[in-house]
């Protein structure tokens, strides 16, 4: 019985080492890519920044900026503390600057672990240019169709995006830039085919706003596809990671509740996994087109729809290994 079971595992770790050659094996160029996250609500989210790093380190993916959805004065210290572990200090950040947008810190309190021990230039998001013209400037510099925006948090920053207006950057109105730059949005949000998920609701003007006018395709990454997939035990009950903000981050968290005492669940990581390398061989895809009502959210199917949202196809452990393997990335030494 113990050989079967040994067969067995080497056929698993086999077939995940060949989904990951058919992944990569499909960009020949890395994919430029700006992540926006609610970063302090929950810790996914410093998941999903590693896995970009480690895409990034792999030649898969290209980083052009980190935006924050949430203004709390941690968010933007956070995400620069992670891009200057993973050798990416300079990477552009940007926020929210309304007064109504959303400010949220984390219960668990694991930012102010981070912004206490590892070294960060930022020390407020206060600090940081407004996300809007920052998503300007960036999209107006690159190649048409070129960038795919991935978000994982609240879909502020991209609603007020697509009502910006001509500047200094660009004579196209937002939605127009948007058109023009932008190859797909990937957004961890909604329950597929129905449900309630906490990045919708939680602006669902702007939800409803992105979803309805966003002028490129969209891919959803729903509630139900992370919430299988727990990550977190394997980084941080090693000895083989030491002084990795990512770690701990997720090892204060984790031991905050008994909850989460096992890992957490991996929303946030699958957007990012999948933005970079596309949904197969992880998932397929169901097309058609989401329906907001209210914070809820329901789906209608329609084979011609510009919109997807991921189904389950290869194995979750298989995911989970290949999510967890990537956050336990160490920083490639830059030149």
Not at 33 to 47: K, S
Not at 164 to 192: I, N
């Amino acid at each position: 019985m113990n050989t079967i079971k040994f067969l067995f595992a080497i056929l698993l770790f086999s077939i995940s080492c060949l989904s990951v050659s058919i992944a990569q094996s499909k960009h020949t160029k890395p994919v430029p890519i700006i992540l926006d996250t609610d970063i302090g609500p929950d810790y996914d989210d410093v998941g999903a920044v590693a896995v970009l790093h480690a895409l990034a380190d792999k030649g898969e993916a290209k980083p052009l900026a980190i935006m924050a959805s949430n203004k709390n004065k941690l968010v933007a210290p956070t995400i620069n503390i992670l891009n200057t572990y993973f050798g990416r200090p300079d990477l552009p950040i940007g926020a929210p600057k309304g007064a109504g947008d959303p400010d949220h810190g984390a219960t668990q309190q694991w930012p102010e672990l981070l912004v206490s021990k590892y070294p960060h230039t930022i020390r407020s998001t206060d600090e940081v240019p407004d996300a809007v013209a920052l998503y300007r400037k960036i999209l107006a510099a690159q190649p048409n169709k070129s960038v795919t925006i991935v978000t994982v948090g609240f879909l502020t920053n991209l609603a007020k995006l697509l009502d910006s207006k001509p500047d200094t950057y660009s004579k196209l109105s937002g939605r127009e830039l948007v058109a023009k730059k932008v190859k797909q949005l990937v957004s961890m949000a909604g329950k597929f085919p129905s449900g309630r998920e906490y990045n919708v609701f939680i602006d669902s003007a702007a939800s409803a706003k992105v979803f309805l006018h966003w002028p490129t395709p969209v891919l959803y990454s729903g509630f139900e596809i992370g919430e299988k997939i727990i990550t977190g035990k394997q980084l941080v009950s090693g000895n083989s990671i030491q002084n990795s903000p990512v770690k701990d981050a997720f090892a204060k968290a984790m031991s905050y509740g008994k909850n989460d005492a096992n890992g957490r669940h991996s929303w946030d990581q699958t957007a990012v996994l999948v933005a970079v390398r596309g949904a197969a061989p992880y998932y397929d895809i169901q097309k058609g087109e989401i329906i907001l009502k209210g914070g809820n959210n329901e789906w209608k199917n329609d084979p011609n729809g510009k919109q997807t949202y991921l189904v389950e196809k290869m194995p979750v452990e298989q995911v989970r290994a290949e999510i967890e393997a990537l956050m336990m990335h160490q920083p490639v030494r830059k030149e």
